[in-house]
């Protein structure tokens, strides 16, 4: 049973335009939320975070925004870049535990030049 | 920082073959994790250790597997009797107390 979604397998975005990948969990537990970027050939590396107690965080181009309600959570890419093309995986933890990540299967964004 | 370093990049080994990974994390993190990822799905985690304890282990890890971290320092994961299902990309991470994981290259596992 998969405890973090990514429902769309992959986007394509025009460079210049908006970029909104989209996440799910299911565990109520979660409370800390994050976004890892991967290129081919190299490991996730971390993008943005964002706790429970918030409902927006903010770094540069990039914006997650999270709904405990719905218990879902939106990454925005403003501007979209070609370099931005990669995979994107949303991750969740229990922060009162052992802060293990569980990782969705990934979204492949594409921005054409 | 040099970030994590993991060894072998590839490994290809027959059906049966016992083989061996290591993972060099970043040398001031405590904590060092082990996830498997495979084709089309994300990181899935196998095992976590605090300094030299393996405090967590993910029903993934079957008794085929064996993580080590000696010294709280490196770490290795060793598969037995390999099988074609094992293939997989084994991704090391590690973290200081409860930041983000630093995710190293991985060893992508080619079982024949």
């Known amino acids: 049973d998969q405890q973090v979604k990514q429902n769309s397998p992959s986007l394509s975005v025009q460079e210049g335009r908006i970029s909104i990948l989209n996440c799910d969990y299911t565990?109520?537990?979660?409370?800390?939320f994050l976004w890892y970027k991967k290129y081919p050939a190299e490991g996730p590396t971390f993008l943005i975070s964002?706790?429970?107690?918030?409902d927006k965080n903010e770094d540069g181009r990039f914006t997650v925004f999270l709904n405990k309600s719905a218990k879902h959570l939106s990454l925005h890419i403003v501007p979209s870049q070609p370099g931005d093309s990669a995979v994107y995986f949303c991750?969740?933890?229990?922060?009162?535990?052992?802060?293990?990540?569980?990782f969705g299967r990934g979204t492949s964004l594409i921005v054409h030049p | 920082d040099t970030g994590v370093s993991q060894d072998p990049r590839h490994k290809i080994t027959k059906r049966g073959q016992n083989v061996t990974f290591r993972c060099d994390p970043i040398?001031?993190?405590?904590?060092l994790y082990w996830y498997r990822q495979t084709l089309g799905q994300g990181p899935e985690f196998l095992t976590y250790?605090?300094?030299?304890?393996?405090?967590?282990k993910s029903r993934l890890l079957s008794d085929r597997f064996s993580a080590e971290r000696p010294k709280g320092s490196f770490s290795t994961l060793e598969i037995q009797r390999t099988e074609q299902g094992d293939s997989a990309m084994y991704l090391c991470?590690?973290?200081?107390?409860?930041?983000?994981?630093?995710f190293g290259n991985g060893t992508r596992l080619t079982v024949t």
């Open positions: 991470a590690s973290s200081l107390a409860d930041s983000p994981l630093h």
């Open positions: 565990n109520s537990m979660f409370d800390y």
């Open positions: 964002i706790s429970s107690i918030k």
């Open positions: 991750a969740a933890s229990e922060s009162g535990g052992s802060y293990i990540p569980t």
């Open positions: 040398s001031e993190h405590n904590r």
């Open positions: 250790f605090q300094n030299e304890a393996q405090l967590e």
